[in-house]
């Protein structure tokens, strides 16, 4: 093993410890469904298992206010392991926190930060209010 890849193992056990929430994330499908008296999607789980929901707020350079003053924007993101069943996750992929401390948290993945190296996959979401 070389000395980067015993880091990034290093690095990824330590992201996995902070990921102390329950998340599921699905797909919705092509078709609706019957379901009752009324049609509703179909959809499909892409993953389900241990996350990490970050919220931060970061100046955003291009949002000014009158006064020519930055506004701070929130830029949440769902932190998940490096895996094979995380690999498949896309924009535009619905996620619940089911269980920890943001239980009830709903929304959509916007996006995915790929990196070299990467100690999780991080996700930008846009939360549901």
Sequence with gaps: MSLVSGAQSWGQALAESL????????????????????????YTTVYSGKCRLVLRAGAGVEIVDAQSQLLHVQEPRI???????TANIKPGDEFEITAGNAAGAKGVITGRL???????RRLP???AA
């Design 79 to 85: 932190d998940v392991p490096v895996s094979a069943t």
């Design 19 to 42: 990921m102390v929430d329950t998340v599921t994330i699905k797909r919705r499908g092509t078709e609706q469904v019957l379901q009752g008296d009324e049609y509703v999607w179909s």
């Design 125 to 127: 979401v846009q939360v």
């Design 114 to 120: 790929d990196q070299s190296l990467k100690t999780a």
